[in-house]
């Protein structure tokens, strides 16, 4: 069993509908949780970061961590054909090294 | 701005041939990080640096070898090209406990 586990979709959705990623993780010892964004044939670049559990908004994302069900979430309010993406949730601990352990990305198509 | 350099961005090998992908980043970070990226695996660990003058192994080591030639930069290298390299690879840095800046990544094709 992975680490971290995250549905590699592909997601499609209609412009302006709301989208739910989630990700499962199975070590306790993560604190430290991102959701990056990568477009074809681009590397990844961050979206959002948060520490421990709790919300986090920022413009039309929303990152939301549940620690007590090792549950991540991303939320994309009124999805544009830009967000066309493949999304990556990332997540580490506080000592080794920074080390960021990956999902294996839900590839989402917003279309028009 | 440049943020994480990586070079070449494309290159094609023969089987047993050797190079060295080179990466540099200008944010002041400690830490690098190579990984590479297969359909459906998500990115993989290869190797990190927590800061300058160690490296460590990460998840997929077998195969490579890695330099921190300094603060700035962090080479990953392949002595005998093999066709599972083939591959994406990216290099990433990092301030200790925050978010990782990845490069454009570099296309690797060994046959």
């Known amino acids: 069993q992975k680490e971290v586990e995250q549905d590699p979709g592909p997601l499609s959705v209609p412009e302006g509908a709301i989208v739910s990623l989630n990700c499962t993780y199975s070590n306790s010892a993560f604190q430290y949780f991102m959701w990056y964004r990568q477009y074809s044939r681009k590397g990844p670049e961050l979206l959002m970061y948060?520490?421990?559990?709790g919300n986090k908004e920022d413009g039309r994302f929303t990152a939301q961590v549940d620690k007590s069900s090792k549950y991540i979430s991303l939320f994309i309010r009124d999805s544009q054909p830009s967000d066309s993406a493949t999304y990556l949730c990332?997540?580490?601990?506080?000592?080794?090294?920074?080390?960021?352990?990956f999902g294996t990305g839900t590839q989402l198509k917003v279309e028009l | 701005n440049a943020g994480v350099t990586q070079t070449p961005k494309f290159q094609v090998l023969k089987t047993g041939q050797s190079m060295t992908l080179q990466c540099a980043q200008d944010?002041?970070?400690?830490?690098m990080y190579w990984y590479r990226q297969d359909p459906g695996m998500g990115l993989r660990l290869i190797y990190y640096?927590?800061?300058?003058?160690?490296?460590d192994k990460g998840e997929v080591p077998n195969g490579y070898n890695v330099s921190r030639l300094n603060k700035r930069e962090f080479s990953l290298r392949l002595e005998s090209a093999a066709p599972s390299q083939t591959s994406v690879y990216f290099c990433?840095?990092?301030?200790?406990?925050?978010?990782?800046?990845f490069g454009q990544g570099t296309r690797l094709t060994v046959v």
């Open positions: 990433a840095s990092s301030r200790k406990n925050t978010e990782a800046f």
């Open positions: 944010m002041n970070h400690n830490s």
């Open positions: 640096s927590a800061s300058e003058g160690t490296t």
């Open positions: 990332a997540m580490s601990t506080t000592g080794g090294g920074n080390k960021l352990t």
């Open positions: 948060t520490y421990s559990s």
